[in-house]
T-cell receptor, first 114, second 115 residues
Framework: AQSVSQHNHHVILSEAASLELGCNYS??????LFWYVQYPGQHLQLLLK??????LVKGIKGFEAEFIKSKFSFNLRKPSVQWSDTAEYFC????????????FGAGTRLFVKA | NAGVTQTPKFQVLKTGQSMTLQCAQD?????MYWYRQDPGMGLRLIYY???????DKGEVPNGYNVSRLNKREFSLRLESAAPSQTSVYFC??????????????FGPGTRLTVL
């Protein structure tokens, strides 16, 4: 069955530390990939997306992600986190067959210490 | 431009009670979705509507029904609530179900507790 795995459920960092959140999907076909973020008390919003082309995509607030097809991965990175990045991050894969199903990972809760 | 709105924000039900969660979007999107979010499980699709007049089951449809009332509105009904339905419910919409427009826009969520 198709799935999206996020490696860490909870991450705690100090401000200015670098961030990398892992995401792997299990699906052999073509996918579109997304990272969504949910700030405390707010709804999910799109952080960045990959459809095609350059595998390194840049999103809002200094986030970027790299699509590595051979590793079925789409890891999220930020060179220097801020306290305001405290949130829950969801990786999602939209399968381009079978009705364009979107599968979400379980989420990673990031807490940034000021 | 409110985006995706949901009512109510919070609800407490007793086992066996029924209720309807309302969702509306003002972005003229064709596709709408209902998800539930449970700790450690991410978002799971309950039902979706690829376009006005159509609805389909997602991963976890049991115990729920939906109505796509018009292009703007997509409601989720719990006919006989059970404690296992305690969750946070999110409505979402997208311009279309397929690429490149399958970025989804989410509502603020409804936190439902079933006692």
């Amino acid at each position: 069955a198709q799935s999206v795995s996020q490696h860490n459920h909870h991450v705690i960092l100090s401000e200015a530390a670098s961030l990398e959140l892992g995401c792997n999907y299990s699906y052999g076909g073509t996918v579109n990939l997304f990272w969504y973020v949910q700030y405390p008390g707010q709804h999910l919003q799109l952080l960045l997306k990959y459809f095609s082309g350059d595998p390194l995509v840049k999103g809002i607030k200094g986030f970027e992600a790299e699509f590595i097809k051979s590793k079925f991965s789409f890891n999220l990175r930020k060179p220097s986190v801020q306290w305001s990045d405290t949130a829950e991050y969801f990786c999602a894969a939209s399968l381009l067959t079978g009705g364009f199903k979107t599968i979400f990972g379980a989420g990673t809760r990031l807490f940034v210490k000021a | 431009n409110a985006g995706v709105t949901q009512t109510p924000k919070f609800q407490v039900l007793k086992t066996g009670q029924s209720m309807t969660l309302q969702c509306a979007q003002d972005m003229n999107h064709n596709s709408m979705y209902w998800y539930r979010q449970d700790p450690g499980m991410g978002l799971r699709l309950i039902y979706y509507s690829a376009s006005e007049g159509t609805t389909d089951k997602g991963e976890v449809p049991n115990g729920y029904n939906v109505s796509r009332l018009n292009k703007r509105e997509f409601s989720l009904r719990l006919e006989s609530a059970a404690p296992s339905q305690t969750s946070v419910y999110f409505c979402a919409s997208s311009e279309s179900r397929g690429p490149p427009y399958n970025e989804q826009f989410f509502g603020p969520g409804t936190r439902l507790t079933v006692l």
